[in-house]
């Protein structure tokens, strides 16, 4: 385990190649490190949360988000590691639903359902990375065009992903969505925790799956839960 001590931290938002896809398109990891020491990496691909490096009390790192240290293993098994998933998170029944009159259909990929957007649904998406923030600010917003039609879902739907780590130790995202017809859409982030138990000094909180931020709390050092802030708009014509 990696102490601060050891380490040169410099805040602010840094950009690297995290892969490539079999396409030719590049996969970017941005890492975000705020004053305190505390690092997250998100990917471009499924804007998806890689790693997020948090100090406990006596200042010793530890990786308590699950994700892998390479693309490969997102390709070879998706288990929506981090991701965001939509344009509908969880189950629609029957893969069918109706919208102003109309039946609608979404590839089943979850038995008799079709689960998190269907076959290609957010999370194997290669996001674009539309803009990075500061020393004093580290952030990143991910951005995805989903076309009409895409995966059954009516209308065009533009989606940005915004992570930011503030000075306190909070990792924050928040989604917004603009489309040009009605269409259905519940984006949530797919992350997993992990708490070492051998490290006493670490107690996990709730951890949420349904749009909230997940809440950690290392002693010394507080994690809050906050309202995901979404924000949908209908474009007008």
């Known amino acids: 385990m990696t102490s601060l001590s050891e380490v040169h931290v410099r805040p602010g938002v840094s950009r690297a190649p995290f892969g ?8 970017e990891a941005i890492t975000l490190t705020n004053p305190g020491g505390m690092r997250a990496t998100l990917i471009s691909y499924g804007a998806a949360i890689q790693s997020v490096l948090a100090p406990d009390r006596d200042g010793a790192l530890a990786d308590v988000a699950l994700g892998h240290a390479t693309l490969a293993p997102y390709l070879a098994q998706p288990q929506f590691f ?18 102003d009159g109309r039946s609608n259909r979404v590839p089943c990929t979850d038995g008799p359902n079709a689960l998190h957007g269907g076959e ?31 995966q059954g879902f009516p ?18 995202v928040e989604y917004t969505a603009t489309t040009d017809r009605p269409t259905l859409v519940n984006l949530s982030n797919h992350a997993y925790w992990k708490f070492p138990r051998r490290h006493q000094r670490w107690q996990s909180g709730p951890v949420l799956s349904d749009g909230r931020c997940h809440r ?3 002693a010394g050092i507080s994690r809050h839960p906050q309202p995901a802030r979404i924000r949908i708009d209908q474009a007008r014509s």
Do not use: C, M
Request: cysteine-free; aromatic content about 6%; hydrophobic content about 35%.
């Open 155 to 172: 209308g065009t739907l533009d989606v940005s992903a915004t992570y930011t780590l503030d000075e306190g130790g909070a990792l924050r």
């Open 82 to 99: 981090g991701a965001t998933v939509g344009r509908v998170a969880n189950r629609i029944a029957g893969g069918r639903f109706q919208l």
């Open 120 to 150: 290609a649904g957010f999370d194997k998406v290669n996001w674009s990375v539309r803009a990075l923030g500061d020393a004093r600010h580290p952030s990143v917003t991910f951005a995805h065009t989903s076309p009409d039609g895409d």
């Open 20 to 27: 490539t896809l079999p396409s030719g398109e590049t996969v």
């Open 216 to 218: 950690a709390r290392a």
